[in-house]
């Protein structure tokens, strides 16, 4: 077995990926604090070529250091925003007719692994800070929760990791149906 080098993997160019269909979600990070959390949201979104990343609150925005660092130039990408307020960004999606969906544990959440995202719809993936999660505010603003299965005896992963696992189950289904 050889590793394939950069060049075959035949990836798009810039320009190329910015004319590229998109899956219809926007990524919602609710006052993320990590600046490295932010840039792996990036990287993430851009590997599944997310419409765009939607940066609330406290959550740094590019140009940054540190968002770069593990970003790797995906920030350059994806198409963001900034929104002073994430109360104010969810009412802007659902004008747009996005579904509004939290990633969190909440009362009434689907779990992942049953939750079907359906090509007919867009969709807004709202995403919290590392300690407090979706503001309660927020929670209260959604059409629906999806919580992330899991095992272990800690009651949460990295906002970042989660955003890997939930962005991966759109993926795979959107994908496959347009």
Not at 14 to 42: C, H, W
Not at 75 to 89: D, K, M, R
Not at 159 to 169: D, Y
Request: proline share 4%; net charge negative; glycine share 8%.
């Amino acid at each position: 077995m050889r590793k394939i080098t950069n060049e075959e993997l035949g990836r798009p160019t810039p320009e190329e990926y910015a004319a590229a269909a998109k899956m219809p979600v926007t990524v919602v990070l609710d006052n993320v604090r990590s600046a490295q959390n932010i840039g792996a949201f990036f990287r993430t979104g851009d590997a599944f070529a997310v419409e765009r990343i939607a940066l609330c609150g406290i959550t740094a925005t590019p140009p940054a250091r540190e968002i770069h660092k593990t970003a790797l130039g995906a920030e350059l990408t994806v198409p963001w925003s900034y929104h002073a307020s994430t109360a104010e960004c969810v009412a802007q999606l659902r004008a747009e007719g996005c579904e509004i969906i939290a990633v969190e544990q909440v009362e009434g959440a689907v779990s992942l692994d049953r939750f079907e995202p359906r090509a007919d719809r867009r969709y807004a993936l709202i995403f919290g800070n590392e300690v407090e999660g979706v503001q309660q505010e927020v929670v209260n603003l959604c059409d629906g929760a999806i919580e992330i299965p899991q095992a272990g005896v800690k009651h949460s992963i990295n906002v970042s990791v989660s955003g890997g696992v939930v962005l991966w189950r759109f993926f795979e289904h959107l994908r496959m149906k347009r």
